[in-house]
C-alpha cells in the first residue's frame, strides 16, 4: 500500500553506529545506566503529578505552598496552582547560603577579548539594583518590558531583574530590523525598552540604539528606554524617555527581595516565526518553567559543580532563555558567555575560547558544526580541547556525518554527545539521550525525558508502527509547556491542538525505530511526496552530507507532472571541491546508492550559501519556491538572515 492513504512517512535511511556511554563517564553520571533512566521514566509515566509533585517541592523555593500540582483542561494548563515563588529567587538567593556563594555565575567575553567574571553574590547585587531601577521607571508586575541587547551579562541581568519584580520580558535577537522590533512591542504593548549603544560583530558595530529609535518611532506604548554603554559609539538620547543603564544604576540600591509571584504569573514572551504570517508571541509562566530548565539542564548535561558549560545561543532565542538564562543558573552551575562571532578574528575562535577557559561542556547548533566542517580542521587542530567532556546539539536535525565530525574532531571521540530535540514552544528539552545512561545514535535524539509522553500519528489519527514517520505529538502536559499566544487564544487552540485533539501537535514529523529511539524527519509541511512515497528533507540531505566533498545541503520537492514531486536539492560544497557536471553526476548516484532510487535527487544546484533565519535553520520554504520557478517568494522573508543569498540563488537559475 502507498503511504500517502495513511500520510505515513517512508524511511529510507538506515544507520547503525551505537556508541555506548563509556564505563568512566557513567560512574559518575547521577543517572548512570538504562535502567536507572528507565526506571525514572516508568515512575513519571505512571503518575506524573506525584512525579512532578516531588520534584517541585525539593528542587524549587516556595514562598507559599501550592494547592495542587495540575490543573488540565485541554488546551490550557495550570502547573502547581495557588503556590506562590520567583524564578529570580531560584536562580540566585537560592545559593546565597550555599558555597556557592563565591562560585562564578558567568564568564563572558567580549568578541574584543574583553573578559568579566560574576559570582552568584556579584549577580545577585547588579539584579537587584537593575530591579529596583525598572521599579524607579514605573515597571509593574505584569508589564512587558522589551530587550534588545548584545550578548553581554547586562542582558541575563535584565532577563533576571524583570523575573525578580514580576514583569514580563520580550528579548528580541539583536539583528533584527527596527520594524520587527516595532511589530513585537506592538503585540505585547511594551512598557519599557531596554538596549545598548552598539554591539560587536565580527569587528564592526552594530548601531543598536539608532535601529531602536527608529523602532520606538512606531512603538507608541513604549515611554522609557535604558541605553547600556557598551561601545562608546554616538548615540543620540532622547530627553525624557531615555537614560543611561549606569546612571540608573549608581543610584540604585542592592536591596531588592524577590516578588513572591503566582505559579503561573508571566515570566517571558518569546517571540518566533510562524511558517507564514505574523511571528507568535509564545507565552511561558514561572513555575513550571524554571523546574523544566532546571530539571532538564540538570539531567541532560549531567550537571557537575566544577563544569564550565558553554551554549552558544544568543539569548534572544530560546536556547539561550532556558540554557544561559535560567536553567543553569537555577542549578548552580558556571555558564561561560561570549558575545561574538565564530569566526572573528579567525575562524577557530570557539576551539580558542574552550582551551582558554577550559570548557567542559559545549552546547552548540547542526548550523555552526556544518560551517566549521566547511571551514577546514586545521582551526580545529591548533587547539587542545582536552578540557571537553560533553557536546550538545540543538536546533535542526543533525546529519550523522557531520555529528560524526563532532563526535571524532571536537570530542575526541571521548565525549557523549546529546542530540537534544525541542522547541520555543516546550520550554525546554524533550528528548535527548541522558549522557551517562543512554547509548547514542548518531542523527536520533533517542529517548524522551522523564514525564514526557511522545506519540506518532498518521492522518487518521492512528499511532503509526515502528520506523514508519508520522506526526509528532505529546500527550501529556508537561511543566515546562507554552502557556498560549500572546493574546491570541484562538490562534493557540488552532495551531497545537485542534489537528490532533487532546494532543499537543509539535509540527514535526518523526518516527521510531527497532529499538525505540526517536529521529525527527523535519517539519510537517517539509515532506517530499515522490511517487505516492512520502520522504523526508533530513534523509535526502545526511545522504548528501555523507559524501566527502559535500558541507551543507538541503532537499525540497518542486511539482513534477509524473511523480507528484521532484526533488530538487541545493548543495554547498567544502572549500577544496569545485562544482562541475560530474560531481552533480556524482552526487545523484550517491544518494542512489545511500537510500535508494526513490530518493534520487532529479535537479542538483550548488550554491555558495543556504537561507536561513537568524537562528541558523535553513528556509526550505524559500527553496521550494525558487526551485519550482515562483518568482515571487511568498509568505514572511522577515527572519531571514542574509538576503542576498536568496538574490544570488535566485541568480543562480539555470
Ligand atoms: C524546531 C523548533 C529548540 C530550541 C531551538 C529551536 C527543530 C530543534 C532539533 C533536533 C531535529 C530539531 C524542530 C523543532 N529542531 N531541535 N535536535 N533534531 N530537529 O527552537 O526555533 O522553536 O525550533 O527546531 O523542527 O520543531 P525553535
Redesign the pocket.
Known amino acids: 500500500m502507498s503511504d500517502s492513504t495513511s500520510g505515513q512517512i517512508d524511511s529510507v535511511m538506515t544507520e547503525d553506529r551505537l556508541f555506548p556511554p563509556n564505563a568512566e563517564f557513567a560512574s559518575r553520571s547521577a543517572i548512570g545506566s538504562m535502567a536507572a533512566y528507565q526506571k525514572l521514566y516508568d515512575e513519571a509515566k505512571a503518575n506524573p503529578e506525584a512525579f512532578w509533585d516531588k520534584l517541585a517541592k525539593a528542587e524549587l523555593h516556595w514562598f507559599k505552598p501550592y494547592d495542587k500540582v495540575l490543573e488540565w483542561k485541554v488546551p490550557n494548563a495550570k502547573w502547581f496552582v495557588g503556590g506562590k515563588t520567583n524564578v529570580s529567587y531560584n536562580c540566585l538567593d537560592a545559593h546565597l547560603t550555599t558555597a556557592r556563594r563565591n562560585k562564578a555565575a558567568i564568564i563572558w567575553e567580549g568578541e574584543p577579548g574583553d573578559t568579566r567574571t560574576l559570582t552568584y553574590q556579584q549577580l545577585h547585587q547588579e539584579v537587584c539594583k537593575f530591579a529596583n531601577a525598572l521599579k524607579k521607571l514605573g515597571v509593574k508586575p505584569g508589564d512587558v518590558v522589551s530587550i534588545y541587547m548584545p550578548m553581554t551579562p547586562e542582558l541575563v541581568v535584565a532577563m533576571q531583574a524583570c523575573a525578580r519584580i514580576g514583569a514580563v520580558h520580550s528579548v528580541i535577537f539583536a539583528g533584527f530590523s527596527a520594524e520587527a522590533i516595532a511589530d513585537r512591542n506592538n503585540d505585547a504593548n511594551a512598557k519599557i525598552q531596554l538596549t545598548a549603544d552598539a554591539a560587536w560583530r565580527r569587528g564592526k558595530q552594530l548601531e543598536l540604539k539608532s535601529v531602536v529609535d527608529e523602532a520606538l518611532a512606531k512603538s507608541p506604548t513604549v515611554e522609557k528606554c535604558v541605553v547600556l554603554k557598551r561601545i562608546g559609539n554616538e548615540v543620540t538620547m532622547q530627553d525624557g524617555r531615555d537614560v543611561w543603564w549606569h546612571d540608573v544604576m549608581a543610584e540604585a540600591s542592592t536591596d531588592c527581595p524577590a516578588a513572591q509571584l503566582d505559579s503561573e504569573a508571566p515570566l517571558f514572551i518569546l517571540y ?1 516565526s510562524g511558517s507564514t504570517g505574523k511571528p507568535k508571541g509564545i507565552k511561558h509562566t514561572t513555575a513550571g518553567y524554571i523546574l523544566w530548565a532546571k530539571k532538564t539542564f540538570e539531567w541532560v548535561f549531567d550537571h557537575r559543580d566544577e563544569d564550565i558549560f558553554w551554549c552558544t ?1 544568543d539569548c534572544g ?3 539561550g532563555h532556558s540554557y544561559v538564562a535560567y536553567g543553569p543558573l537555577a542549578a548552580g552551575a558556571t555558564v561561560m558567555m561570549y558575545e561574538g562571532a565564530p569566526n572573528w578574528p579567525l575562524e577557530n575562535r570557539f576551539w580558542e575560547l574552550i582551551e582558554k577557559h577550559k570548557i567542559n561542556i559545549l552546547y552548540t ?2 548550523t555552526a558544526i556544518r560551517a566549521f566542517i566547511k571551514w577546514g580542521d586545521e582551526h580545529v587542530d591548533k587547539h587542545d580541547l582536552s578540557s571537553l567532556r560533553l557536546l550538545g ?6 546529519n550523522p556525518e557531520a555529528w560524526m565530525w563532532y563526535h571524532r574532531k571536537i570530542g575526541g571521540e571521548r565525549c557523549p554527545i546529546v ?8 520550554g525546554g ?1 524533550m ?2 539521550p541522558l549522557p551517562g545512561a543512554i547509548p547514542t545514535k548518531p542523527g536520533s ?1 533517542t529517548k524522551p525525558l522523564p514525564g514526557v509522553i511522545p506519540s506518532i500519528v498518521d492522518e487518521q489519527l492512528h499511532e503509526v508502527q515502528q520506523n514508519h514517520g508520522g506526526m509528532l505529538c505529546v500527550s501529556h502536559p508537561w511543566p515546562g509547556m507554552l502557556r498560549g499566544i500572546w493574546e491570541d487564544d484562538a490562534r493557540y487552540n488552532e495551531q497545537y491542538w485542534t489537528k490532533v485533539p487532546g494532543k499537543y501537535l ?3 514529523n518523526a518516527r521510531q525505530d527497532d529499538d525505540g529511539y526517536y529521529w ?1 524527519m ?2 510537517i509541511d517539509d515532506v517530499i511526496n515522490v511517487s505516492g512515497h512520502r520522504l523526508s528533507t ?1 534523509e535526502v540531505e545526511s545522504a548528501l552530507v555523507s559524501h566527502s566533498k559535500v558541507a551543507e545541503a538541503a532537499a525540497v520537492g518542486r511539482p513534477d507532472e509524473i511523480k507528484g514531486q521532484a526533488i530538487a536539492v541545493f548543495v554547498t560544497i567544502k572549500g577544496n571541491a569545485e562544482p562541475s557536471e560530474e560531481l552533480r553526476q556524482e552526487l545523484k548516484l550517491h544518494v542512489r546508492k545511500e537510500i535508494g532510487a526513490l530518493a534520487q535527487p532529479d535537479d542538483i544546484r550548488f550554491t555558495a550559501a543556504l537561507p536561513k ?1 537568524r ?1 541558523g ?1 535553513i528556509m526550505r520554504r524559500l527553496l521550494r519556491d525558487i526551485a519550482s520557478g515562483n518568482a515571487d517568494i511568498a509568505g514572511d522573508t522577515s527572519t531571514l538572515e542574509d538576503y542576498s543569498v536568496l538574490a544570488k540563488l535566485r541568480d543562480d537559475e539555470e
Do not use: F, H, L
Open positions: 518566533t545561543a532565542w530560546i536556547t547548533a547542526p546539539t540543538v536546533g535542526e536535525g543533525i542530540d537534544t530535540w525541542w522547541q520555543t514552544e516546550t528539552i528528548m535527548s535524539c509539535t509540527g514535526d525527527i523535519g517539519r533530513i533565519t537562528s535553520k
